[in-house]
């Protein structure tokens, strides 16, 4: 990767993070740069725009780790490279991770990024979907693999599934464009994004106001890498939580270092700030602002354990682990 | 056909692609004009998405292409090995892009590697079945000739079959440009971090159309590039006119017993490669032989992994074998249309190169668009995966007319439609039966991959959805599932191919 260059931003926002790893006792000599992977979700992107601000200010680094960012893909599951240790830590979401589980995966979830889903029912606002009640008679674009989706909602919100319309439509908002479907299952923070760069205004309903509470962005971790590799998992996740941090106190200054971190990802700067500053309210909240980012309260587990269950997944809090969080904040 | 049919064609083609352009709402397609736009304005990282793309396209067209040229040369010295080579061949060529790329990804690391592998898989197999058929394509008298000097199989290989194989080893070349070009975009899915696959999937979620048909234009236009770069090489080697083959007719070989015994022995050296492959690898994603048939046979929800399973292989079947049918007729049909008329190739060969060499995720919005989500549209985009290697199959074989009866023709005035049906019509059938067999798995695939990216049903959506909720198991049987449907369809064909070549082009099955 070509350096690049330090904007007043990013000086700034280097400056202000708050948390002191050599406290921590984290810190290690710059000979001994242990490799870890972290293996990304999706396409790089503002994303995951903390980890690319914790890389670039070199961190990880400070911590005695040698940080890879394995970018996501269409065809990049997360779980196999981590089950096959090639990745440290995943980034995956409660519903797949959990499914992971009752596949044999020996995973925990050491981190919840996305607080509130990032899951949203867009629309046009000449004929809006704004709650749930709004779904009968209405054509929905999404991809059939997102059925328990609408599921979990419908039945949390009394709607009778069999009046919504599914039509299986590929990621884009294309369709809903053309007139195709009324609406579009997406996340908040892509295809709405990318409707109101082309400057039309879609109405977005977040499915997390409607009771479905998920947890989403998870970071993930193989129980033995939790019991063998604890002081490299508390690094890496002491610089997402620095990152994130940072991230949040200037979003332009985070979509201008992603921008310019990967020149060829094809990505376009405004929407990238339009992305961090829609995705901010999903990942911090009062309970983050007390005990910190990727921080999660009893209460979201349960209520993640009920949505899933309404998805036809049974799942016991075990599979979240607070102990590496723990360390970290001391 | 003159240079000039030819520019009048590129530019009847740009025409059509504006105007439709033009006729859309502006969220589907890009025309010629605002794409170069985009280019003109966007040199740098488009440049860079498209050396890495066609770097890995290169090593994967040479790998690829290498490795079937190895393996026929294996197939024309032992004769014994073919049956074997050949299958191998078919069931590595059926494993789905969707589960072979993730574990590719795992085995080889960030970097290059699975898209290089992906673009080489998405190649050997359509040079591969050509070749064979061209190593048997010459008249006995010459193989005759080699032994009457007392020579063995190696005098025949070099002296004989690797001249006569000649023009179906450049058809097969033909074929993997476009493929090769869309097997490394594919291979980025897995997580590369630049290409132009990866621009791809960037641009439709941020619906950012001339961008998109930007990356789209690249891809075809290297693809026909590439084509008709190894047309010219073929034209400039290819001076002789094809002979007169003449062959001994033999009954068709080998007793049921025999051929039972073969595919055994190939069900058994798949699954000790498949034992062997997957021996270092963690069992969650690497599933073994019987982790697979216990979720088919005996777990305690083994019946309703069967009833998955069969509905989605059924919903499979219905669209790719109709789609196959109608895209080897369309490929066979224009193949000899332009024998007829040349004239046309113009503007019906770029676009045949397009079609094949633009990613699915760009063409499928407009595929709906035109016909609808229903079963049309997927069997339309199967029908046009298999059309192209299907056609320029046919175009190759229909070349191979012996030019001594096509003189004998013309000298008795008989017309083109004459010389096509008793001329050109025999003697394209061994590349039309070659054509037959190797697309069928492309068949298959593209039925797979239409479902996994655009339609969401059949084997296609359920390995994608397998994967997304870790369901190996599940992601395994669609594999077997997705290779037996493969091999069963190859083998029927090969079982009329036997008959027909038997008394039409018995070279083709001699020993």
């Known amino acids: ?330 | 056909m003159t240079a000039a049919s030819r520019w009048a064609g590129l530019a009847a083609l740009l025409a059509l692609w504006q105007g439709l352009a033009l006729a859309g709402d502006g969220w589907l397609l890009a025309g010629p004009v605002q794409v170069a736009e985009w280019l003109w304005s966007n040199p740098g990282p488009t440049g860079r998405a498209t050396a890495a793309t066609l770097g890995n396209a290169a090593w994967g067209f040479l790998l690829g292409n290498g490795a079937a040229i190895g393996l026929a040369g294996i197939a024309a010295l032992w004769p014994r090995a073919l049956t074997l080579v050949a299958g191998l061949a078919l069931v590595v060529f059926c494993l789905p892009l969707i589960a072979t790329g993730p574990i590719l990804r795992v085995l080889m690391g960030p970097g290059d590697g699975p898209q290089i592998v992906l673009a080489a898989l998405a190649v050997y197999y359509t040079t591969l079945i050509p070749l064979l058929a061209g190593l048997r394509a010459m008249p006995q008298a010459w193989l005759d000739l080699v032994q009457s000097y007392g020579r063995g199989r190696w005098a025949e290989l070099v002296h004989v079959r690797a001249r006569a194989a000649l023009p179906y080893l450049l058809a097969g070349l033909q074929i993997s440009a476009p493929a090769a070009i869309l097997g490394a975009m594919v291979g980025e899915f897995t997580g590369a971090e630049r290409g132009l696959g990866v621009l791809t999937i960037r641009f439709t979620r941020d619906l950012d159309v001339p961008a998109l048909w930007a990356a789209a234009t690249l891809a075809a236009g290297l693809s026909m590039a590439v084509y008709a770069g190894i047309g010219w090489l073929g034209r400039r080697a290819l001076s002789d006119p094809p002979p007169v083959i003449l062959a001994a007719p033999r009954p068709v070989r080998g007793s049921p017993a025999r051929k039972a015994a073969q595919a055994a022995l190939l069900i058994g050296v798949v699954l000790v490669l498949w034992w062997a492959a997957v021996a270092g690898l963690n069992p969650f994603f690497a599933r073994r032989p019987p982790d697979v048939a216990a979720a088919l046979l005996w777990a305690p929800d083994a019946a309703a992994t069967r009833a998955t399973l069969g509905a989605a292989v059924a919903q499979t079947a219905g669209l790719a074998l109709p789609g196959y049918a109608a895209g080897l007729a369309l490929g066979a049909g224009l193949a000899v249309l332009l024998t007829l008329r040349p004239g046309l190739a113009a503007v019906t060969v770029p676009l045949a190169v397009a079609l094949r060499s633009i990613p699915i995720v760009t063409t499928a919005p407009l595929v709906v668009l035109l016909l609808g989500r229903g079963a049309t549209g997927t069997l339309t985009l199967v029908a046009l995966m298999v059309f192209f290697p299907a056609f320029v199959a046919c175009q190759q074989g229909l070349a191979q007319a012996p030019g001594p009866i096509l003189d004998l023709f013309r000298s008795h005035a008989s017309g083109p439609l004459r010389q096509m049906l008793h001329v050109r019509i025999p003697a394209m059938l061994p590349a039309l039966f070659a054509s037959a067999r190797m697309t069928v798995p492309a068949a298959i695939l593209a039925a797979t991959v239409i479902e996994w990216l655009a339609t969401g049903q059949g084997l296609g959506n359920l390995m994608a959805l397998s994967a997304s909720v870790s369901d190996y198991d599940m992601l395994w049987l669609t594999m077997v599932a997705a290779t037996l449907l493969s091999a069963l369809l190859y083998w029927a064909v090969a079982w009329a191919e036997g008959r027909v070549l038997a008394v039409m082009a018995t070279e083709q099955v001699r020993p």
């Not at chain 1, 704004?130 to 999404?142: E, H, S, V, Y």
């Not at chain 1, 201008?256 to 992305?275: I, N, R, S, Y």
């Not at chain 1, 349960?302 to 590496?324: F, K, N, Q, Y």
């Open chain 1, 1 to 330: 990767m070509p350096p690049i260059p330090m904007t007043r931003r990013g000086l700034i926002t280097a400056g202000a993070a708050g948390l002191a790893l050599g406290g921590a006792g984290l810190l290690r000599p710059a000979a001994a740069q242990v490799p870890v992977a972290l293996q990304l979700s999706w396409l790089h992107s503002v994303q995951f725009a903390g980890s690319y601000i914790a890389q670039k200010n070199g961190w990880w680094r400070d911590a005695g780790l040698e940080v890879a960012l394995l970018q996501g893909g269409p065809n990049a599951p997360v779980e196999p490279p981590v089950v096959a240790g090639t990745a440290l830590v995943g980034i995956s979401a409660a519903d797949y991770a959990a499914a992971a589980v009752a596949q044999g995966a020996p995973f925990r979830i050491i981190g919840v990024a996305m607080q509130k889903n990032p899951f949203a029912i867009a629309s046009l606002p000449d004929n809006p979907v704004r709650a749930p009640a709004d779904l009968p008679g209405k054509r929905i674009g999404m991809a059939v693999a997102n059925t328990p989706v609408l599921q979990a909602l419908c039945r949390l919100n009394g709607i009778d599934m069999g009046a919504i319309q599914i039509v299986p439509t590929q990621y884009s908002a294309q369709p809903l464009l053309a007139g195709q479907v009324d609406c579009l299952l997406c996340w908040e923070t892509d295809l709405p994004v990318a409707i109101e760069m082309q400057g039309l205004r879609a109405e977005t309903m977040l499915l997390a106001d409607h009771g479905y509470v998920l947890h989403s962005q998870t970071y993930i971790a193989t129980d033995d890498s939790i019991a063998n590799r604890r002081a490299d998992l508390v690094a890496l996740m002491a610089g997402e939580v620095r990152g994130w941090d940072a991230c949040r106190a200037d979003t332009d200054a985070a979509a201008e270092l992603t921008v310019a971190m990967f020149p060829d990802a094809g990505l376009d700067l405004e929407t990238q700030k339009l992305q961090a500053r829609r995705q901010v309210p999903l990942m911090f909240s009062d309970l983050t602002d007390t005990q910190g980012f990727g921080w999660w309260s009893d209460e979201s587990v349960e209520a993640t354990i009920r949505t899933l269950s309404l998805m036809g997944r049974t799942v016991t809090p075990d599979l979240w682990d607070r102990s590496i969080l723990e360390d970290l904040h001391g």
